[in-house]
């Protein structure tokens, strides 16, 4: 991909406090692409709340800013640097969903900055429950079944009509955060209002569950050309349920046949260019062994 010359200063925002799901790939990948658009001649600005980091250590970037990720500081320091672009999709959750946060503000058209690596409507589209449920359903691939809700009443209501055991999935977090398997309603209010706290949006997904289901994952990378290939595909020994911060995995895959392979391979083609992301995904699907059903849980 040739260099852009339009650009000249980058900001790049770091994942914060390394917690389950959200881990030190995220430095080591920041890490990478500080050194490497510094070698193409990129001026790098870095903001990163965790000084405990090696992308935050002197000499990495060209000025690197230890402060809260939040929308008031990102807007104090992007008024004093002038970046003229932000990278934020090689900083997890934290970042993406601050991303989000500076277009809704309006910070990013105030100040010209363009967002590479990412599109911001890509991350609605991953993160928003109701939006990938959509998008899924266009390209006609299985989820489990599921309904939004806002509240806790309404996901009582919502389980009810599904029938426990559930899962609780909060829109724009990661790694699990705020959500959580329940098997009764008093479950269901605690964790239900945990995960609504927790999301950006102040919406959950009340989900049929799949526990003891194999848990398999692939990692995609698609370019702005539409070239697409598979990093890696992944088998957790452990089955849904067991999270994978708690768990292990091998890759490549060990026991499942090529042919359901082939199939998550094009799931995964398919769900990353629908969603227009550029860069790295991970996509991850549970198949039941004994009817071979396959449903998308998230990516």
């Known amino acids: 991909m040739p260099r852009r010359d339009d650009i ?52 990495m970037a060209d000025v690197t800013y230890i402060e809260p990720l939040n929308l008031e500081c990102m807007r104090h320091i992007i008024a004093k640097e002038r970046p003229d672009a932000l990278l934020p999709n090689l900083g997890g959750q934290s970042a993406l969903n601050l991303a989000s946060e500076l277009c809704r503000a309006g910070v990013l058209d105030e100040y010209n900055v363009k967002v590479i690596g990412v599109q911001i409507d890509a991350i609605e589209r991953g993160e928003d429950r109701k939006a990938f449920k959509d998008t899924m ?16 009443e309404e996901a009582e209501r919502l389980a009810e009509e599904i029938g426990y055991p559930l899962v609780i999935r909060p829109a724009y977090t990661m790694g699990g955060t705020g959500g959580g398997f329940v098997y009764n309603v008093e479950e269901l209010r605690l964790i239900a209002a945990r995960g609504l706290a927790a999301s950006l949006v102040g919406q959950i997904l009340v989900e049929e569950s799949v526990e003891g289901w194999e848990e398999l994952e692939l ?61 790295g995904t991970n996509i991850q699907v549970a198949h039941d062994p004994e009817t071979g059903r396959v449903v998308v849980i998230e990516i």
């Open 219 to 279: 990692e995609v990378v698609r370019d702005a050309k539409n070239q697409m290939i598979t990093v890696c595909f992944i088998e957790n020994v452990d089955a849904m349920g067991v999270h994978t911060g708690d768990s292990y995995c091998t890759a490549p895959m060990l026991t499942i046949a090529p042919e359901l392979q082939e199939r998550l391979r094009k799931y995964s083609y398919d769900i990353v260019e629908a969603i227009q992301v550029i860069g």
């Open 8 to 59: 000249h200063k980058v900001m790049i925002i770091g994942s914060g406090p390394i917690v389950i799901g959200q881990a030190c790939e995220f430095d080591y990948s920041g890490t990478q692409a500080c050194k490497a658009l510094r070698k193409l001649g990129y001026e790098i600005v870095l903001v990163n709340s965790n000084p405990a980091t090696i992308m935050t250590d002197p000499g």
């Open 137 to 152: 359903t266009r390209l006609g691939i299985e989820m489990p079944r599921s309904e939004l809700a806002y509240s806790v």
